[in-house]
């Protein structure tokens, strides 16, 4: 992580601007880190500067998880707002077909989501060869933490803005996680105990950081940035598409 913080040379101390809490009574102190943060953006986004995309994804990662993905902070939320509104700012507009019934949207989500599911990349594949040692495969299941850590919570989180008929859904895919009223058979409790046999600590997020790429964690933070927004399309596409993706 260092190494990624180094990569923007001289200006490395504008991570610390960006991470750094500040008295919310400071307006001046508020501004210099929200310009931080939007120079940052800019170059991540904007520019496409890979090194600071990289950082990027490590301030996202780490505000949400210091705030248990419900940032209150006004210097944190100001940050994670500013970074999200650049980067859609920035991003391609995905034009749809017109007329599509919901049905037929879902179908289309469906296509271009499956093209990306996990079990058909070869890195699965390989796993599943039986050819890798257990250190090889110690790397691999480290890929599993950022988008298993708080799977359930952004499963609360898209609660939140779903009409009450359709919030109930959510609540039963918590239930399932929970193993459906038996611990030892909750999701979370499974992966846990798999993830021993690697000497993996679940919760551990600052060893995930230095053993996954950034690409890894850009997915989580993206699930956050969606669920960011208090529309309830926002979440429902955020956890259609990861359901979709993960078998």
């Not at 956050?224 to 955020?238: I, Q």
């Amino acid at each position: 992580i260092d190494q990624v913080v180094q990569k923007l040379g001289e200006e490395d101390d504008i991570y610390r601007t960006i991470m750094t809490g500040v008295d919310p009574d400071d307006s001046d102190a508020l501004r210099r880190r929200g310009m931080a943060t939007r120079e940052l953006a800019t170059r991540a986004f904007a520019q496409r500067e890979r090194a600071a995309w990289e950082v990027v994804q490590v301030i996202e990662w780490r505000l949400q998880h210091r705030n248990a993905l419900r940032p209150k902070d006004p210097g944190d939320v100001l940050a994670l707002n500013t970074l999200y509104w650049v980067e859609e700012q920035n991003s391609p507009r995905i034009e749809l077909p017109p007329g599509l019934s919901p049905s037929q949207f879902c179908e289309k989500l469906t296509e271009e989501a499956m093209a990306y599911r996990v079990d058909t990349r070869p890195a699965i594949q390989l796993i599943q060869s039986g050819k890798l040692s257990k250190e090889e495969l110690r790397y691999f299941c480290f890929q599993f933490v950022p988008p298993a850590v708080d799977f359930t919570k952004m499963i609360a989180l898209a609660s939140m803005c779903l009409p009450r008929d359709v919030a109930a859904l959510t609540f039963d895919n918590l239930y399932e996680e929970g193993g459906k009223g038996d611990w030892n058979k909750a999701h979370v409790h499974l992966l846990t105990r798999f993830l021993q046999e690697f000497d993996i600590r679940l919760q551990d997020d600052e060893a995930a950081l230095g053993w996954v790429p950034p690409e890894a964690v850009a997915g989580s933070n993206a699930q956050n940035r969606l669920l960011w927004h208090p529309e309830p399309g926002w979440a429902l596409g955020s956890m259609f598409v990861m359901e979709k993706l993960l078998p």
